[in-house]
């Protein structure tokens, strides 16, 4: 069955770094794109970081120049490089399989890592 199986979360102080994995299996991962979504404590979930198919990459414009995302086809892996960190990053970060042509279809998602932020 699929699953999406996130890692690397913990606490860091500001300026700090981390970096998540989400590990996929269960399906063809090289065909989907990805992404990575983040939600803090009473507020609604918003999308981070995507990665096409090919490698093409976006991101949200409060993490520009500080957060990479990347995967690994061979190894079914989605990354999420993260540096700088401020307080206002800090959240349950989710990874999910989404649709890449059709916007905000998500097919999968990880049960989340919580990054806190100090």
């Known amino acids: 069955h699929v699953q999406l199986v996130e890692s690397g979360g913990g606490s860091v102080q500001a300026g700090g770094s981390l970096r998540l994995s989400c590990a996929a299996s269960?399906?063809?991962?090289?065909?989907?794109?990805m992404g990575w979504f983040r939600q803090a404590p009473g507020k609604e979930r918003e999308g981070v970081a995507a990665?096409?198919?090919?490698?093409?990459?976006s991101y949200a414009d409060s993490v520009k120049g500080r957060f990479a995302i990347s995967r690994d086809n061979a190894k079914s892996t989605l990354y999420l490089q993260m540096d700088n960190l401020k307080p206002e990053d800090s959240g349950v970060y989710y990874c999910?399989?989404?649709?890449?042509?059709?916007?905000?279809?998500?097919?999968?998602w990880g049960q989340g890592t919580q990054v806190t932020v100090s």
């Open positions: 990665i096409d198919s090919d490698g093409s990459t």
């Open positions: 269960g399906y063809t991962y090289s065909s989907y794109c």
């Open positions: 999910t399989t989404m649709s890449c042509t059709v916007a905000g279809e998500y097919y999968f």
